[in-house]
């Protein structure tokens, strides 16, 4: 690798390179742009190639960073944007299970107004209505238990018919988790109203 050329190497570049015809290029001949300023091309090598001299330039660039990949982040979770979704909600399968539990009523999305009515009324002194409140926990629990295993099931059909070929682990579990929030606070925002079918 480091030796010196063997001499018919080096006869074959002189032969390639006597080939070419030598032209020289005439000084006073225009090479099609003009020469930039001292200063201007300092400017630009600049901004091209801003990198951090010590580490707390680094750490800022890096939290400027962090912080554009979260805006856009939030950004696409308003909107549905697919490019910017964290991993956890990206593909079509995803969409797919979010607009199947957006589509329809959930009995789960409502349980944080009901926890806070019983937690009202178990604090009335009342043991009648003590009573209905502990009544209460027991069929919404049982209600939501029994909603989100039509779903599982349902949406585990659907998903089979649709995408027989994609991995489908964890999607019924992460629509299952969709519902036990209120509409308006679910991220991604839901794409599609009520009734209508994905």
């Not at 742009?33 to 190639?49: E, H, I, L, N, V």
Request: aromatic residues 6%; charged residues 30%.
């Amino acid at each position: 690798m480091f030796r010196s050329r063997s001499k018919d190497e080096q006869a074959a570049t002189a032969k390639v390179t006597a080939d070419q015809p030598q032209q020289p290029r005439d000084p006073q001949a225009p090479k099609g742009r003009p020469t930039p300023k001292r200063s201007d091309a300092q400017s630009q090598r600049r901004s091209r190639a801003h990198t951090p001299t010590n580490r707390k330039e680094a750490s800022k660039a890096q939290r400027e960073a962090r912080r554009a990949d979260m805006a856009k982040q939030r950004e696409a979770m308003a909107s549905g944007d697919e490019r910017y979704l964290p991993v956890r909600d990206k593909g079509p399968v995803r969409r797919f299970a979010r607009d199947f539990v957006d589509s329809r009523w959930c009995v789960a999305e409502f349980f944080l107004p009901m926890a806070v009515i019983i937690l009202v009324l178990t604090m009335v002194r009342v043991p009648q209505i003590q009573n209905i409140a502990l009544l209460l926990w027991l069929v919404i629990i049982v209600l939501i238990v029994l909603d989100s295993i039509a779903i599982w099931i349902r949406l585990g059909k659907r998903l089979q018919e649709r995408f027989p070929q994609e991995n489908l682990k964890g999607v019924k579990a992460y629509a299952v988790m969709r519902t036990l929030q209120m509409r308006r606070l679910r991220l991604p925002k839901p794409q599609v109203k009520r009734g209508e079918r994905p």
